[in-house]
């Protein structure tokens, strides 16, 4: 038996008996399950000496994803750099982001005008022709190897494209096919399922089935041309797993499993986080600690702490290695609108009673809406404050149509009926930097280029990756092109996943334009967390009383040494601060305090104050 074998055999003989036990309650079917360890092994073989050296290095420091230097970017492939080889050549430029951690949005070849933004995939083997190849891919994830980046790629694992394979094979009637999705002949079981499945996109695409034009009936919970995989088979999920496992052998650092909950459909369920979800989980972390070990699942989970922790797993049998903290992005922008930082006090509280090995990826935006899911009860127990009448509040307040407001954004899958709606927008033009910058106001430019600051401060002091949204280091805004564009126009999120703006990039070293403004404030906050061992995964975090409730004070501890983070989230000069004697250094500007229970805080600003060690 040779070295390499030998890894497989003993990488497998930890988990056999875990792993069998696992698929066979699930399927019942040996044979399904003697070809899945075949392809595993298969896969294990396919895989170059670079990537099985990584595998070896990052089994021997189990934790390297949890150090506080990482700092990731997402990005578009050809709004950033045209395609993958414009990308390779612009690693220079990342490299001076100090971006380590780089998510390119989906790639993989999809229908044009029928893509979701790449998410109905029709080849799961090829990416798009406009973007580049496949072959393209594994060069740009080799440089970024060589870069020390870390590369991260979506997996689209609910659903496939009515263009797949398999989707065709369907339509056409072969039986084999159609049982890798739900056809139906007739609505009797559709019209069951949907009184328990709630809409995902009820304004663009009401109902969870599409009637097609022979009669048949397919399950699709996103959109029409997204038909859902039927997890229930296990040929979906043997196949499945080999296409995860072939973009990790591309050198895919990091598989972002897109939208987990969703993937196991039952009658009379609401068809979301079920238990067999969880199997499938954990049965994919148990992949690629036997296949490729080097490899993170990050889980596109986007719900509250409560109902994100469980895809962690256990100690004993964990699942995802990390989640999107996407409720506390939320609750950072009603924050903002409010001046009001009770909610996100409580929403940081429950995140802090989490257990440290739980991993958050960070971010203020993203390639997605904000979508308003708020602790409503209790800003109604404590603020008065209707679910539907504070969501109307916070898209008008970031729409610009509250008087006195300075965001600009726009609405996405408005629904006036239920007065519901989600948020559109880059971070600069919904902190305030493009109606200033609009108005020629010098003033106001300050003061929204302080308040994208601070955001980005504040989720830098969050414990986990933080990850910035291309565009954002140098303050981009609104791109309303999009609304000129027939492929585009009908979804609002184009809006801030417009081109990447170089000429303006060109600004970042000049202190004198708001771009030079952020993005040298920006770089400067993430040395300072890279060198700060009060920012490490395993600090002590705590939520203090800040005498103040429009600020926001986060204590970190790290042995002897004690960082206390305040934040103003409201557009007045705030004193506030944490019964704390001592010196302490705020570490952005140098300024030295003896005490802070009292500091001034600017209007939207922040400080990161660090106790004397020596005291």
Not at 128 to 139: F, H, I, N, S, W
Not at 168 to 177: D, L, M, P, Q, V
């Amino acid at each position: 038996m040779n070295a390499r074998k030998t890894v497989f055999h003993s990488r497998f003989a930890r988990h056999r008996d875990e792993l069998k036990w696992l698929y066979l309650e699930l399927y019942h079917d040996e044979a399904a399950y003697g070809y899945f360890i075949s392809m595993l092994e298969r896969c294990w073989k396919e895989r170059k000496k670079a990537l099985r050296d990584q595998d070896t290095r990052r089994e021997a420091d189990p934790g390297w994803y949890r150090r506080r230097d990482l700092l990731g970017m997402m990005l578009y492939v050809d709004a950033f750099a045209g395609n993958l080889e414009g990308v390779k050549k612009k690693l220079p430029y990342l490299k001076a982001c100090g971006v380590n951690y780089l998510h390119l949005m989906p790639l993989l070849d999809t229908p044009k005008g029928r893509s979701d933004g790449g998410y109905a995939v029709s080849d799961f083997r090829s990416v798009r022709p406009d973007l580049g190849t496949m072959a393209d891919l594994e060069t740009l994830a080799n440089a970024c190897r060589r870069a020390g980046i870390c590369l991260c790629l979506d997996f689209v694992m609910n659903h496939t494209s009515e263009d797949h394979e398999w989707a065709k094979k369907a339509r056409a009637g072969e039986s084999g096919f159609q049982k890798r999705y739900f056809f139906y002949d007739s609505w009797d079981i559709p019209r069951q399922f949907e009184r328990t499945i709630p809409q995902v996109f009820p304004t663009t695409a009401p109902g969870s089935f599409t009637q097609l034009e022979n009669g048949w009936i397919v399950m699709t919970n996103f959109y029409p041309y997204q038909w859902d995989l039927n997890y229930a088979n296990p040929v979906v999920f043997n196949d499945m797993t080999e296409n995860l496992l072939f973009l990790a052998n591309r050198g895919i650092d990091v598989i972002r499993l897109d939208a987990i909950p969703y993937i196991w459909k039952e009658l009379g369920t609401n068809c979301r986080n079920l238990p067999q979800v969880h199997t499938l989980a954990r049965m994919l972390r148990i992949v690629c600690e036997i296949v490729c070990p080097s490899v993170l699942l990050l889980g596109e989970v986007v719900m509250e702490p409560a109902k994100v922790a469980p895809y962690f797993g256990t100690p004993e049998r964990p699942e995802c290695h990390m989640l999107y903290n996407v409720t506390t992005m939320c609750t950072t922008w009603h924050t903002l609108a409010a001046g009001d930082a009770s909610l996100l006090k409580r929403q940081m509280e429950a995140v802090c009673a989490l257990p440290k090995d739980f991993l958050f990826l960070n971010y203020l935006r993203c390639h997605d809406d904000i979508g308003w899911g708020l602790d409503y009860p209790w800003l109604q127990e404590n603020f008065g404050a209707g679910e539907v009448a504070h969501k109307r509040y916070l898209n008008d307040w970031f729409t610009g149509r509250w008087p006195g407001s300075p965001a600009r954004g726009e609405l996405y899958n408005d629904d006036p009926r239920l007065g519901d709606a989600r948020l559109c927008g880059t971070t600069a033009s919904l902190c305030g930097v493009e109606a200033a910058d609009f108005e020629g106001d010098p003033f106001k430019l300050e003061r929204a280029v302080a308040c994208d600051l601070t955001l980005h401060a504040w989720m830098l002091s969050q414990s986990g990756i933080p990850v910035i949204y291309s565009g954002d280091e140098v303050g981009q805004l609104n791109d309303y092109t999009y609304h000129n564009d027939p492929d585009k126009r009908d979804d609002s999120r184009y809006i801030h996943r417009g081109t990447f703006q170089w000429g303006l990039a060109e600004n970042r070293t000049d202190p004198g334009t708001y771009q030079g403004k952020l993005f040298q404030g920006l770089r400067r906050l993430e040395k300072i967390r890279a060198g700060e061992p009060c920012f490490d995964a395993g600090a002590d975090v705590s939520v203090e009383d800040s005498g103040d409730r429009r600020v926001l004070a986060l204590c970190r501890r790290a042995g002897d040494r004690e960082l206390v983070c305040l934040f103003n989230f409201s557009s007045q000069f705030v004193h506030a601060g944490v019964d704390r004697e001592g010196t302490y250094t705020e570490l952005m500007y140098g300024t030295q305090y003896s005490g802070i229970r009292s500091i001034e805080l600017w209007p939207n600003g922040f400080a990161w104050l660090l106790r004397d060690g020596a005291e």
